[in-house]
């Protein structure tokens, strides 16, 4: 039976971050990551140029649509600091797939937490919203992310698909990744994500808002 879609979306919790839906007091925390040139080299919007540009884009995201899109703001708990945001979007429930993005501020990079953060999202993907397969489309200059990807487990299944993304006039190829729900638990990355989320059921800690 699949799922119906969330009528609120939920706080994820982790080790390190907690995963709150994305609001508009996020902004000026969150700006300081969408303005930085380095930081959306790869993204899919452009750098914000200002904090009102800032604003639009959160504002856009705080629509309440979870049967298509969702985004979470990855907020330290040690400081209280927003540093990123993860999403899901193109989610067909018919189908039981959607897509995932994420963006971390350049000063976090290389501590693990985009991999926490993710494996939380991923295994909420898969075990709230009943999904059987994700997808993540990366660019294939982002040496990094193409790394991190299969690190998490998702397979290459095509491209380059040329000229599939339009930012600042100027199109770019992408590579098509999946992962599926039994893939995902046939590896050892959830039994590292039972440690890494503390979570005895290998799954983050789920509260409702």
């Given amino acids: 039976m699949?799922?119906?879609p969330l009528p609120t979306q939920t706080v994820i919790e982790t080790p390190r971050l907690l995963l709150h839906p994305i609001a508009?007091?996020?902004a000026n925390g969150l700006h300081l990551v969408f303005s930085d040139p380095e930081t959306m080299r790869y993204v899919d919007f452009p750098p914000c140029a200002n904090l009102a540009e800032t604003q639009k884009r959160i504002q856009l995201w705080t629509i309440p649509l979870p049967e298509w899109h969702a985004t979470w703001t990855l907020t330290e708990k040690t400081s209280g600091a927003p540093i990123g945001i993860v999403t899901y979007h193109?989610?067909?429930s018919s189908n039981r797939h959607?897509?995932?993005g994420y963006v971390l501020g350049r000063s976090h990079w290389r501590h693990g937490l985009m991999r926490e953060a993710m494996g939380g999202l991923i295994d909420y993907c898969f075990d709230a919203l009943a999904m059987h397969r994700i997808e993540v489309t990366v660019c294939p200059d982002n040496v990094a992310a193409v790394r991190f990807t299969e690190s998490l487990g998702f397979r290459r299944?095509?491209?380059?698909?040329?000229?599939?993304?339009?930012v600042q006039?100027?199109?770019?190829?992408?590579?098509?990744y999946g992962l599926?729900?039994?893939?995902w638990r046939a590896t050892t990355i959830p039994?590292?994500?039972a440690m890494i989320y503390a979570a005895p059921s290998r799954r983050p800690q789920l509260r409702p808002i």
């Fill in 24 to 26: 508009l007091s996020d």
């Fill in 157 to 166: 299944e095509g491209g380059p698909l040329r000229d599939r993304s339009l």
């Fill in 2 to 4: 699949l799922a119906s």
């Fill in 90 to 92: 193109h989610r067909e």
């Fill in 169 to 176: 006039g100027q199109y770019r190829d992408l590579l098509l």
């Fill in 180 to 183: 599926l729900e039994r893939d």
């Fill in 98 to 100: 959607l897509e995932v």
């Fill in 191 to 193: 039994a590292e994500a």
